[in-house]
C-alpha cells in the first residue's frame, strides 16, 4: 500500500508539472542558443542541498545577477527529480519536486534552464545489481568514489538506460537544453588523482573486437603500439556513435533543445572551463585562449566558457581570487563567448562569496552592452596552431609561450586547433602567418593544406619538435633535416648574429639557453641565424668561457615563391612561458617584423605589455541582424592585467592617458567607451584611427561604429 500511494504522488508531481510548464514556456524563437548571448550560472548541487534549496530565492539571485541561463542537476548520477526508473538512484535528500519548480519559476521570469547529466557513475545499489555496467581495470580494480563506481560506456547503463533517463526528463519537464559532464572514457579517479588504465569491461572488449574484426584487446596506452592507435579509433568511433544516437532523440522531442558538452559532434554548445592551476607560473589568459580557440576551429558553433569558482578538487568550497573570475569573465565575452560560472550549490549560503561583486558588475555590462558582444569577425592575420583542445605538458608551454609574446606585443592573433585544418582549408589560407609551437603531428590532409597555404603567400613559423614526424615536409618547407631532435640547450648560447633580422638585441650578442635545443641540418634552408655556441666552462669566475660556434644553427629561412618559412628547432616559446626573459620573446617579434612588418601595425599603442589587447569587427547582435553579414564597425577590447603579479591576482593598477593606433580602412562615425558610455577623442588618417583613451580600469570596450 505504501509503495503504491508514493507511486501515486509521483504521478500526480509529473503531471502537475507537466502542465504547469506548458503553461509557462518561453517564446519559441529559431534555436535561442544561436543568438549568442548566454549568460549562464551553474549551480552544481550537492545532494544535500536537493533538500535545502530554495527555487524562490534562486530564481530572485539568478535575476539579480542578471543571467539569463541556469544549468543545474537533473540526473545521472542521482536523480534530483522523482524518477519512476528502478535503475536511477534518487538523491535521497530530496523533497517534493525541486526541478520542477525551478523550470517552471525560471520560465516565468525569462530564464532558460539547461539540466545536467552525468552518467560516468552509478550508486553502489546499482553496481550491486549490475556490477557488469562497471569500470575494471586491467589489474581488476574498479574505480570508486566513496558509494559511486565508475561506469563502462560500451555497457548497458551508458549505451541505453542513460538515454532513457534523458527521456524521462524532457518528457516530465519543459527543458531548453541538456548539458553532458564527464562524457567518454575513464582511466583515471580524478578526484584522488590516481591513474588505472584502460577499462577491460567485457562490453568493451566485445565491441572492440567487432570494430577491430577480431583484434586482441589493450591493457596499456601507448601511442606507439597499432593496437592502441586502433583503440584510440574506436573510443572515438564509439562516442561519436553515442553522440548521434543522443542527438536523434533529442532532436525528436524538440529542436529547441539545446546539446551541451565538451567536445563538437552532434552538439550545439561546446563548453569549455578556465580552471585555476596548481602549479606556476600561472595562465592569466586561460579565458582568451579556450575561447579564441574553439571559436576559430569550430565556427558553427556556440562557445560557452565556464569560469570555475573552486581552486581544485579538493577545495571545493575555497573560490579563486575575484580579480581573477573579473579577467576570465571579460575575456570570455572579448574572444566571443557568452557569460559563464559554475559554482557548488546554491548561490545562498555559499561558502565563498567574495567574487558576486565582479560577478554581478561584467553580467550587468554584458546585459546592458549586449548588442555589441557575440557576432563578432576576427581581424587577425596570424594564426597559431593548438596543440588541441585541452593542451598539457611541454607542448602546451611552448603553445602558452608563444601566445605570450603575441599578446604582450599587441599582435592579434587567432587559434586553430591542429585537428581542425583540414576542415577549415579556405580560412586558414587566407593568413600571412601561421605558426606551429611544436605540432609533433598533422593528418596529411593538414600538411597538403600548409603547403599550399605556403604556395599562395602565408608565410609559417615552426619551432622546437614541430612535424618531426614528416621529415619530407620538414624538408620541402622549411629544408631542415633532424639530426638530434631532443638535445639539453642548458648552458649553450645563441648569437643573435645578423642585425638585419634581429634588431632589438643593442648592446647585446649572446643569449642564454635552457631546455631543448635540436640540432637540425639547414643546408636545405637560403638562409641561417642565431649560430650556436658550445657550453663551454661556466665556473669558477676565473676559468669560464670556451664557448665556441658548434657548427648548428637555432634559426634557418626557406625562401618560397610568396612566401618565407623559418623554423627554430628550438623550445623558444617553452622558454619565455616559464622564465619570461625579453631576449626569447623579441627573438620571434624580429622574426615576425623581417617576414612582414605590416603585420604588427594592426594595433601600436603605448599601453603597457599586461592590457591585453582583442581587436573584432563586430555586427550588432539584433534579431533583426540575425543573418547579417557585413560589419557595423569595430570594437577594442582592453582587460587591465597589471594586478597580476605571476602567482597572486590583486586589484589591477588604473592606467591614464593611453593611445592607440588602429588599421582601419573606413572611417568611424563615432568612438566611445561601453563601459562609462562617454565619447573617445579620436582621428582618421590614411586608413588608421587614432584613439586618445583617458582611463582604464578593469576592462573597456571602444566601440569605433562605421
Known amino acids: 500500500m505504501k509503495n503504491t500511494v508514493y507511486l501515486f504522488a509521483i504521478l500526480l508531481l509529473f503531471c502537475s508539472n507537466q502542465s504547469t510548464a506548458q503553461e509557462t514556456s518561453l517564446p519559441e524563437t529559431e534555436l535561442w542558443w544561436k543568438r549568442n548571448n548566454l549568460r549562464v550560472i551553474q549551480t552544481n548541487l550537492p545532494s544535500y542541498e536537493g533538500a535545502t534549496l530554495n527555487p524562490d530565492s534562486l530564481v530572485k539571485d539568478l535575476v539579480d545577477f542578471s543571467a539569463n541561463t541556469l544549468l543545474i542537476n537533473a540526473g545521472g548520477i542521482m536523480a534530483f527529480y522523482p524518477t519512476m526508473l528502478d535503475f536511477h538512484y534518487t538523491n535521497p535528500y530530496m523533497k517534493n519536486n525541486m526541478l520542477g519548480d525551478v523550470i517552471k519559476k525560471c520560465h516565468e521570469k525569462g530564464i532558460r534552464v539547461i539540466v545536467r547529466f552525468d552518467f560516468s557513475r552509478v550508486h553502489e545499489s546499482i553496481f550491486k545489481a549490475h556490477p557488469e555496467w562497471c569500470y575494471i581495470s586491467p589489474k581488476g580494480e574498479r574505480i570508486i568514489n566513496t558509494d559511486m563506481y565508475v561506469v563502462s560506456i560500451n555497457a548497458p547503463y551508458v549505451q541505453d538506460k542513460a538515454f532513457r533517463i534523458i527521456e524521462e526528463v524532457i518528457d516530465t519537464y519543459l527543458i531548453d537544453g541538456i548539458f553532458l559532464n564527464m562524457p567518454g572514457y575513464q582511466v583515471n579517479n580524478p578526484y584522488e588523482g590516481k591513474y588505472h588504465g584502460i577499462d577491460q569491461n567485457e562490453a568493451d572488449k566485445k565491441r572492440f573486437a567487432e570494430f577491430s574484426k577480431g583484434t586482441a584487446f589493450p591493457t596499456v596506452e601507448n601511442k606507439a603500439d597499432t593496437l592502441f592507435q586502433k583503440y584510440v579509433e574506436f573510443k572515438k568511433y564509439t562516442v561519436e556513435d553515442w553522440s548521434e544516437r543522443l542527438h536523434k532523440l533529442v532532436k525528436s522531442k524538440s529542436k529547441e533543445i539545446a546539446i551541451c558538452t565538451y567536445s563538437d559532434k552532434f552538439v550545439d554548445i561546446i563548453r569549455h572551463e578556465s580552471q585555476s592551476m596548481t602549479t606556476l607560473p600561472y595562465w592569466p589568459y586561460t579565458a582568451s585562449d579556450n575561447v579564441s580557440n574553439a571559436v576559430n576551429s569550430f565556427p558553427d558553433h556556440i562557445i560557452s566558457n565556464a569560469s570555475i569558482q573552486q581552486i581544485s578538487f579538493q577545495s571545493r568550497y575555497n573560490a579563486v581570487e575575484p580579480q581573477e573570475v573579473q579577467i576570465r569573465l571579460y575575456e570570455n565575452i572579448a574572444n566571443g563567448s557568452g557569460l559563464d560560472m559554475s559554482m557548488m550549490g546554491d548561490l545562498r549560503g555559499y561558502e565563498d562569496e567574495r567574487n558576486y561583486g565582479v560577478l554581478k558588475k561584467v553580467y550587468a555590462h554584458h546585459k546592458k552592452n549586449e548588442i555589441y558582444f557575440g557576432k563578432y569577425k576576427s581581424i587577425a592575420q596570424i594564426a597559431v596552431i593548438a596543440p588541441g583542445s585541452w593542451p598539457n605538458g611541454e607542448p602546451m608551454q611552448e603553445y602558452r609561450g608563444i601566445q605570450l609574446m603575441l599578446r604582450e606585443a599587441h599582435i592579434p592573433f587567432d587559434i586553430i586547433e591542429d585537428g581542425q585544418i583540414a576542415n577549415l582549408e579556405e580560412k586558414v589560407k587566407k593568413y600571412k602567418l601561421l605558426i606551429l609551437p611544436e ?39 622549411f629544408g631542415a633535416r633532424i639530426i638530434s631532435k631532443d638535445n639539453d640547450g642548458a648552458g649553450n648560447y645563441l648569437v643573435p648574429d645578423n642585425r638585419q633580422i634581429f634588431k632589438s638585441f643593442k648592446g647585446q650578442s649572446m643569449l642564454f639557453w635552457k631546455f631543448n635545443l635540436g640540432l637540425y641540418d639547414l643546408k636545405g634552408a637560403d638562409q641561417t641565424a642565431l649560430p650556436i655556441l658550445a657550453k663551454g666552462r661556466p665556473g669558477p669566475p676565473e676559468i669560464i668561457g670556451g664557448h665556441d660556434p658548434i657548427g648548428y644553427y637555432a634559426m634557418g629561412i626557406k625562401n618560397h615563391e610568396k612566401s618565407k618559412a623559418i623554423i627554430f628547432p628550438v623550445n623558444l616559446g617553452r622558454l619565455y612561458y616559464m622564465h619570461g626573459y625579453q631576449e626569447h620573446k623579441n627573438i620571434l617579434l624580429d622574426a615576425i617584423n623581417f617576414i612582414n612588418p605590416d603585420i604588427s ?62 588599421k582601419s580602412d573606413k572611417k568611424p562615425a563615432k568612438v566611445f567607451g561601453m563601459v562609462n558610455g562617454k565619447p573617445v577623442k579620436f582621428s582618421w588618417k590614411d586608413g588608421f584611427v587614432d584613439l586618445e583613451l583617458s582611463k582604464l580600469d578593469a576592462f573597456e570596450g571602444v566601440v569605433m561604429d562605421w
Do not use: C, W
Open 439 to 477: 605540432i609533433t603531428y598533422l593528418k596529411p590532409e593538414a600538411i597538403r593544406i600548409l603547403k599550399e597555404a605556403s604556395k599562395k603567400g602565408t608565410n609559417l613559423i615552426a619551432t622546437n619538435r614541430s612535424l618531426f614526424d614528416s621529415p619530407e615536409t620538414l624538408l620541402e618547407l
Open 601 to 662: 601595425k594592426t594595433i601600436q599603442t603605448n599601453a603597457p605589455a599586461r592590457v591585453e589587447t582583442i581587436l573584432q569587427e563586430y555586427t550588432k547582435n539584433t534579431t533583426a541582424n540575425r543573418d547579417k553579414k557585413t560589419s557595423d564597425g569595430m570594437i577594442l577590447h582592453l582587460v587591465n592585467l597589471t594586478g597580476f603579479s605571476g602567482n597572486t591576482y590583486f586589484e589591477p593598477l588604473t592606467l591614464y592617458n593611453l593611445n592607440f593606433r588602429i
